[in-house]
């Protein structure tokens, strides 16, 4: 059995597409829109919190799951 090609963290961050301005992604167990990129690995996002209020936060693009086709 052939042995698997091994792939540094730095190409395996390039695997996953970023997703683009104006996107809606999870966040956790939030919904947020992408703003734009911040420094290093981070984008911007907008979401709403529990409490109502608006808030704007720079998180790793990582961690962003895309949305599926419903949003419910």
């Known amino acids: 059995m052939p042995r698997a090609k091994r792939v540094g963290s730095r190409a395996r ?3 996953k597409p970023r997703p683009k301005r104006g996107a809606l992604v999870r966040y956790g167990n939030r919904i947020a829109e ?3 990129d911040a420094r290093g690995e981070r984008v911007m996002i907008r ?3 529990a409490d109502g209020v608006e808030r704007r936060s720079a998180v790793k693009w990582r961690n962003l799951r895309l949305l ?5």
């Open 13 to 15: 961050l390039l695997l």
């Open 34 to 36: 992408v703003l734009g």
């Open 47 to 49: 979401s709403l919190h």
């Open 68 to 72: 599926d086709d419903q949003l419910f």
